[in-house]
C-alpha cells in the first residue's frame, strides 16, 4: 500500500558559502516541482536539510548561508 505520507523530492548538487567563511559541497532536496530558489525562500523554514558528499546530514539555519550556488540538475 502506498504510503500517503510519502513526499517525492528531488537531490541536487550544490555549493554552499556559509557566513563563516567554509564552502562545502553536497545537496539539498527540494519538491520536484520546485527550484532550490523556492528552497530558500520558503519562510516557513529556517533549516534546510544538506547531505555533505560523505553521505552526512545536517541541518543548516538558511539564515547563516550565504551563498548557495547549485552544480547540477534543478535551478
Do not use: C, W, Y
Not at 528531488?10 to 563563516?20: F, G, I, R, T
Not at 552526512?56 to 548557495?68: A, C, D, Q, T, V
Amino acid at each position: 500500500m502506498p504510503n500517503k505520507f510519502f513526499i517525492r523530492k528531488a537531490k541536487v548538487k550544490v555549493q554552499l558559502q556559509m557566513s563563516d567563511g567554509i564552502t562545502m559541497q553536497g545537496s539539498v532536496f527540494i519538491n520536484i516541482d520546485a527550484r532550490v530558489l523556492d528552497l530558500m525562500n520558503d519562510s516557513a523554514a529556517t533549516f534546510l536539510p544538506f547531505e555533505s558528499e560523505d553521505g552526512s546530514i545536517h541541518l543548516l539555519n538558511k539564515f547563516e548561508i550565504l551563498r548557495l550556488t547549485p552544480i547540477s540538475g534543478k535551478r
